[in-house]
């Protein structure tokens, strides 16, 4: 597969700045080339988004877009946008154009334990939805067969958007949480006992938990067995939430969720859903 690292003038949507990854090239198998390019999505009252764009060269009609949430792991190098970018590459040489944006909160700001996180994830989410808007408006891709995939605070915002959207059929969601307070409490608030009831509530019909089931037999959940942030009582939560989803438990994987194999079922998972050609 020939990977094309476009730059400068030839992306739209508000300019490019560093090429992409060049090993983004080694996830392909397929002869078509590849686009990567490095835009801005504008979003109201807001920075403009980074993402990447990735689609085939080639042009027409009848492709698949995919929206790609990446996960929150300090110290961990895919931290960002470039977690899913070999997977979208791949996804290119079958027709499908994926848009990976930067997510911001809590990457780029701390919680802090009040109404304020509330707005934080609301203006996420926002831009998540604009950024959803830049791939449906990419030349060729068909609004009828696309997917978000997510990961951990990824799946999060992956499932209140989808919850939001009813052209939005398809989600994958890696290691979600179930509800916004709990890790933001555990990991930066460390709030008094008889404060934490309170702290939930400011997230009332925003926890993902409460909105999976919108999704019915569109969700994907792919859970790993020895994940220290995601436990047995969250991916029962899911379960009861989401009685029609799929669900995958990998026994032996951590929260990264970076096995082969877990990346092969979710290719599959995509391929019947999104109806992709080989």
Do not use: C, K
């Not at 707005?119 to 030349?139: G, I, K």
């Not at 404060?195 to 400011?202: G, L, N």
């Not at 019909?205 to 999704?215: F, K």
């Not at 939560?237 to 026994?251: C, D, K, T």
């Amino acid at each position: 597969m020939a990977v094309l690292l476009v730059t400068g003038a030839f992306v739209s949507a508000g300019g490019a700045h560093a090429q992409a990854p060049a090993d983004a090239a080694s996830a392909g198998g397929h002869g078509a080339a590849v686009l990567v390019r490095d835009i801005e999505i504008p979003v109201p009252g807001q920075p403009a988004v980074r993402a990447y764009l990735v689609r085939p060269q080639r042009s027409g009609a009848g492709l698949a877009g995919v929206l790609d949430l990446h996960w929150f792991e300090p110290g961990r190098v895919n931290q960002d946008r470039t977690e899913f970018l070999a997977e979208a590459t791949a996804l290119a040489g079958r027709g499908v154009v994926s848009l990976l944006p930067q997510l911001t909160f809590p990457w780029a700001g701390d919680p802090v334990g009040d109404a304020r996180d509330r707005a934080a994830v609301t203006a996420q989410l926002d831009a998540v939805r604009h950024a959803y808007r830049r791939l449906l408006a990419e030349p060729g891709v068909d609004r009828t067969r696309t997917a978000v995939v997510g990961h951990d605070y990824g799946a999060m915002y992956a499932v209140d958007l989808a919850a939001g959207e009813p052209g939005l059929r398809t989600a994958v969601l890696l290691a979600p949480d179930a509800t916004w307070a709990n890790w933001f409490d555990l990991y930066w608030l460390q709030l008094p006992e008889g404060e934490q009831a309170a702290y939930r509530a400011v997230f009332a019909g925003l926890d993902p938990v409460d909105l999976v089931g919108r999704l019915g037999a569109g969700a994907y959940l792919q859970f790993a067995g020895a994940d220290r942030f995601v436990g047995p009582a969250t991916r029962a939560a899911f379960a009861a939430a989401a009685p029609q989803a799929r669900v995958s438990l990998y026994p032996r994987e951590e929260h990264d969720l970076g096995a082969t194999s877990v990346r092969d079922d979710r290719f599959a998972w995509l391929t019947d859903r999104l109806d992709l050609r080989d």
